[in-house]
């Protein structure tokens, strides 16, 4: 599950399940339990459902994750555990934001070059600067101003709210303005991006 919310982060009406594993590699489910609540998501992923790229990610994705949890890739692990933490704390936005930035920052920092702009630097060579933040066609009609978010043009505002957050600043003004229309969560999508192409690259290299 870690892996498919980096992929399709997407609200969650199931807890856990349990079945049988058949020898076709179907599952025969025998019962499961709700959440405790809705696991909520930014505003433009409310409508996210899994695709069938979205399982061939994860079956490419998978091998390399397993590995680095078998061979202690730090990095990797604590970057999705901090992602995950993240995911599910619902009812509290900065915690939620502080855990994602972690999550980035466990990718592209160290201990050796802290400064928040080694950091900026390394995703933006990583990713790509133009990238965007969205896929087409996951953006609804009523939000299409956020189809021209890219990485870099909500890097630096993702590094001042964690810095607002972290030294204990008033978040100002200016980052909910037009809320609705440019999601103020629309930066979080850069957290599935990185963590998944690190856990790839990665693997790969290993």
Known sequence: MACLRLIRP???????????LRDDG?????SFSSPYSVEEVSEVEKLFTVRTVDALRLREIAPYF???????????????????????????????????CSSIEAVFGSTKHRKARVTKDRILKFLGGDTRIY??????????????????????ELFD????????DRIPDRFFA???????SASFPLWQCSTRRQVQ???KAS
């Not at 680095?68 to 009812?91: C, D, H, P, S």
């Not at 709210?161 to 204990?168: D, E, K, L, P, S």
């Open 135 to 156: 896929e087409p066609g996951d953006i609804p009609d009523y939000l299409q101003q956020a189809t021209d978010i890219t990485v870099g043009s909500v890097l630096e």
């Open 10 to 20: 997407m609200r969650e009406y199931l807890g856990l399940f349990k079945g049988h």
């Open 161 to 168: 709210v964690r810095n607002c957050i972290a030294h204990g």
């Open 26 to 30: 179907t599952i025969d489910i025998q």
């Open 201 to 203: 690259s990665r693997g």
């Open 66 to 100: 397993i590995e680095a949890r078998r061979n202690k890739r730090w990095k990797i692990l604590m970057a999705v555990e901090f992602y995950q933490a993240g995911f599910f704390q619902t009812n509290y936005w900065k915690a939620r934001y502080a855990l994602r």
């Open 178 to 184: 037009g809320i609705q229309d440019r999601e103020f």
